[in-house]
């Protein structure tokens, strides 16, 4: 599942190219991804122009202007969740395409394909939204109501802000003492974005073991988590994610973030600080890998 890093990502290179864009056509091709009646969810959307695409935790947030359709003289905020497999791929009439989520299966030369379940058809080029498994979804909220509506998912803070300090995450864990590490890390009352090859880096970076209880940990280990888990996610971003293509040609190019993992799929290998072998354990149902002797 993409996490933070990945819908940053495809974020990131969404905004450079689509904005301005104004939807001329909508189709649906599988009306439950689309959490409103067909109709009306292409009556607010076709007529607009994309302005922006936003983040919060692992939602996309695609901010269009006001339509024919008005919410009360305001414009709607498209809501992207990309789930298990969701792919958003941006198809240019001229210049390269833009495709980042789910790894991506064989070309893009063939889209729309099986999968293209909501396709926006803009002045400068086609919006895809595929998703293989179909757990993804959109929705539509009034860009005046986004802040209360995101308000009311109860998210964590984004591990990247400046608000989200050292004391906020000692007082949210105070709140979680009875749950193990990696499971206050997945949850996204906790902490916002983070999935489980982001989780268990952190753990690694904080030198903390994933399946340690929360209330077990000193106050220097709660700091080196917190500082662990910004780590991560900063890596992520850096590197692109772990899933992001870039299409110049169908060869394409991915995302070189699963070259600097340090935890995550390197079961057996021996840790990059030196001392001990990444383990793979199931840990309450999930895959978990950490080193034997740097996280106590
Ligand atoms: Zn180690």
Not at 53 to 77: C, D, M, N, P, Q
Not at 146 to 155: A, N, P, V
Not at 189 to 201: F, K, P
């Amino acid at each position: 599942m993409p996490e933070l890093p990945e819908v940053e990502t495809i974020r990131r290179h969404l905004q450079r190219v689509v904005p301005g864009s104004g939807i001329t056509q909508v189709a649906v091709g599988l009306p439950k991804i689309v959490k409103l009646p067909i109709t009306l969810f292409r009556r607010r959307v076709v007529g607009t122009t994309i302005r922006r695409f936003r983040r919060r935790s692992k939602l996309l947030l695609v901010e269009l202007s006001t339509g024919r359709r008005r919410a009360g003289g305001h414009g709607w905020t498209m809501i992207i969740h990309l789930k298990m497999s969701g792919q958003l791929i941006w198809r240019p009439r001229r210049g390269r395409m833009v495709a980042g989520g789910h790894p991506i299966p064989g070309g893009l030369d063939d889209l729309p394909n099986k999968y293209s379940h909501v396709i926006f058809v803009t002045n400068r080029g086609t919006l895809f939204f595929n998703d293989q498994r179909q757990f993804g979804f959109v929705k539509l909220v009034p860009t005046v109501d986004l802040e209360y509506w995101l308000e009311g998912q109860g998210y964590g803070p984004e591990p990247l802000s400046s608000d989200f300090t050292v004391a906020l995450f000692e007082r949210i864990l105070r709140q979680h003492r009875q749950k193990r590490v990696k499971s206050a890390l997945l949850d996204q009352h906790v902490v916002a974005g983070l999935g489980n090859i982001y989780a268990d880096e952190a753990c690694w970076y904080g030198r903390v073991r994933p399946t340690r209880r929360i209330s077990s940990l000193r106050v220097a280990e709660r700091r080196a988590l917190y500082r662990g888990l910004r780590k991560s996610i900063a890596v992520g971003v850096r590197w692109q994610g772990t899933t992001l293509r870039f299409f110049r040609t169908p060869s394409g190019r991915t995302g070189r973030m699963a070259l600097h993992l340090k935890v995550y799929g390197r079961s057996g290998l021996r840790c990059y600080r030196r001392d001990g072998i990444i383990r793979k354990i199931t840990f309450q149902g999930r895959g978990t890998h950490f080193c034997t002797r740097c996280q106590r």
